[in-house]
């Protein structure tokens, strides 16, 4: 805590009861388990390896258990290649979530979003802390540390680990992880980003020895073939629907295949329509399979994607960056969205 005793406070505060509550839970814990959402993104994955890395600084027996494996794109993350994956080791993840005295939620408000782990969660007897940044958490937890506010889970988690006096125990790997998932979850720092408190923090982890430049170039910079490709043809297929400043990418389950598709490889496609001045928001459809496709919607200005796919597709998300699923094939889900999407022209600006 003193290298910030110069700096400003956060605007951010956590409860110090919960701060406080949260310690005590860890320094009497055994067996620690982190998880997080099916299909991480950088914020799951930032927070739940720069967790990982500071209770095994405090001594700590600690697993990050997933429901499936990282992407390829944050293979480099350190703390990643120990992840036990159910998708991998499945009665190895069961077993570490059945035996757990503490579990750590990273960065989802629902036990549904940890998919096939979802039993073993809730049927878990371990105390349970939350910490996310996600609107209207629905999850029982001893603590919820919930700030839809923060732009990231990782900046929430230095938040706290700043306020229980444990940013002493960052060291460069886990400050790599801390900067990638405020990274990924800003789109470089280019969407709600405008909170002071991010580059306090920056500034911090800097300090501990990050390479920003490098951490820059391999999320957002580096490609394998097939995702440049899957990446340009997509951008090739976007529909414009000018009267509703809206753009849409989608790809099939064929499609994908043909690309050799990879968890990650459209990561940020949904993003490249809002250099479009007159596109206001993105949508992009990805049919995973012939009965679910994944929705994720990227906007600009104060226009709510979150309340798009609250709505209509069972996610949500934050004013600007938002996901949900449909059950159903691709043409289906083109139907639905097609339907809804003069209902929102009101809320344009």
């Known amino acids: 805590m003193a290298e910030f005793k110069k700096q ?13 509550t949260v310690r005590q839970l860890v320094l009497t814990s055994k067996d620690i388990v982190i998880t997080c959402h099916v ?63 503490l579990i750590f939620c990273m960065d989802f408000n629902d036990p549904e979003r ?3 782990l979802t039993d073993a969660l809730t049927n878990s007897k371990a105390r349970k802390v939350v910490i996310d940044h996600h609107l209207d958490p629905r999850i029982e937890a001893d603590v919820i540390i919930s700030h839809p506010e923060v732009s990231s889970t990782s ?11 444990w940013t002493r125990y960052l060291n460069r790997s886990s400050a790599a992880c801390i900067y990638t998932g405020m990274m990924t979850d800003t789109g470089n720092f280019s969407y709600n980003s405008n909170d002071p408190d991010l580059y306090l923090i920056i500034y911090d982890l800097m300090r ?3 390479d920003k430049d490098n951490l820059y170039k ?13 990446m340009g043809y997509g951008q090739y297929r976007m529909q414009i629907l000018p009267d509703h400043r809206a753009a849409i990418i989608m790809l099939n389950s064929a499609e994908l295949r043909e690309f050799d598709y ?40 104060e226009f709510s994607v979150s309340r798009i796919c609250e709505e ?19 043409e289906q889900a083109l139907d639905k969205l097609l339907e809804i999407i003069p209902n929102y022209d009101k809320y344009l600006q």
């Open 114 to 116: 940890v998919d096939r």
């Open 39 to 101: 299909s991480p993104d950088g914020d799951a994955l930032g927070s739940s390896c720069a967790l990982w890395f500071v209770l095994k600084a405090l001594g700590k027996t600690v697993n990050i258990v997933t429901a499936d494996c990282a992407p390829r794109t944050l293979q480099f993350l350190p703390g990643v290649r120990d992840i036990v994956a159910a998708t991998r080791q499945g009665d190895r993840a069961h077993e570490l979530l059945s035996k757990a005295d």
């Open 208 to 210: 501990k020895g990050i």
């Open 312 to 330: 209509n597709f069972g996610g949500g998300g934050h004013t600007n960056a938002a996901g949900g699923e449909f059950h159903g094939p691709l």
């Open 8 to 20: 400003p406070r956060f605007r951010t505060r956590i409860a110090p009861d919960l701060i406080e």
């Open 155 to 165: 900046a929430l988690l230095y938040i706290f680990f700043w306020q229980a006096g």
């Open 218 to 230: 391999l999320v957002m910079n580096t490609s394998s073939e097939s995702r440049v490709r899957i």
């Open 262 to 301: 990879n968890k990650g490889d459209t990561e940020g496609l949904v993003n490249i329509p809002l250099s479009i001045p007159d596109v206001t928001y993105s949508v992009f459809l990805r049919e995973d399979d012939k009965n679910c496709v994944k929705v994720s919607m990227r906007s600009k200005g």
